[in-house]
């Protein structure tokens, strides 16, 4: 089993205040997804190619943030859970 991405997999939710107002961000991705109009993770993936952010060899899956209060976006970097992470966090659930 490989790394995954927490919020990618529905397991939490972004955890990043607002940096403008600090009304918690929601995942912008999720947000498209429900519009049906844009494919986020994809272009994502292709970030992590060529923009100098940390690539998947560092297990970190960027999302970009989305503030409802003041429309700020921002690139949220979520580090993905290793499989041990996922067993103690499903154990925490028991
Ligand atoms: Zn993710
Ligand atoms: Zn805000």
Redesign the pocket.
Known sequence: MDHLCPVCNGLTSLEQ???????R?EDAGRLYDRYGSYSPYREIDDAKMDNGYPDRQQHQCLHTGW??????EQTVIVQEWTPDMLDAQKDAFR
Not at 17 to 23: E, G, I, Q, T, W
Not at 67 to 72: D, I, R
């Open positions: 205040a607002c940096a403008h107002c600090k009304n961000l503030c409802a209060q003041c429309g700020l």
